[in-house]
């Protein structure tokens, strides 16, 4: 019985090494290349496994870039995830201007896959049903930070948290993109700070 244990456990382990191995040579090819003149066959190769293996764990390219960009999103996550409990107007300025800097920088340094991902979008519909999914959990995130404030007195109670924070997502994920593009037409501080003051001026009380 010990002995059958340890046999899936090795199984186990060299799954886990060839999808790596996998996601590593598609993440250098996709940077590479380009997502859009990228191949299965080239990743295939740079990952020195065969075509049966590989399609054992992806279905295809776009299957890969999205557990790539599951990577990526967790570091943004991170963010939206931060304790979020302001005793005062000030303290959630402060919190929020933090989150709003620290989002815009992550999206500058992750530029490279961004702009695989945003190539992506609008050929892919898993591709584009991800960033949905990825856009919906930023707003409930963000909602639930608008409805503490609203408890803790702090935010207008007229309004509506979902509305607010989906607002709030699209102008953040404006400048996302405007940033891996390299269209931003100010300094990240600059924009973080307009955000941010918008924001909690039109929120706050």
Partial sequence: MEQSHSVTDGRHLRAQQTRQKLLEAAR???????????????????????YGTAYVHFTGKDDFLIVLMEDVMAAFYSI???PFHPQSRGDAERLILHQ??????????????????????????TVQKKWEDIREQFVL??????????????????????????????????YLWDIVKCQHKASLDEIAKTLASIYTGGLYE
């Fill in 28 to 50: 250098e090819v996709f940077l590479e290349e380009g997502f859009h003149k990228a191949t299965i066959s080239q990743i295939i190769k740079r990952a020195k496994t065969g």
């Fill in 80 to 82: 939206a995830e931060l």
């Fill in 100 to 125: 709003t800097t620290s989002f815009l920088n992550m999206a500058e340094s992750e530029r490279d896959m961004l702009k695989l991902f945003s190539e992506a979008i609008g050929a892919f519909p």
């Fill in 141 to 174: 995130r963000i909602a639930q930070d608008i409805k503490y404030s609203q408890e803790q007195g702090l935010a207008r109670k007229e309004v509506n948290p979902e509305l607010v924070a989906r607002g709030w997502f699209y102008s953040h994920e404006m």
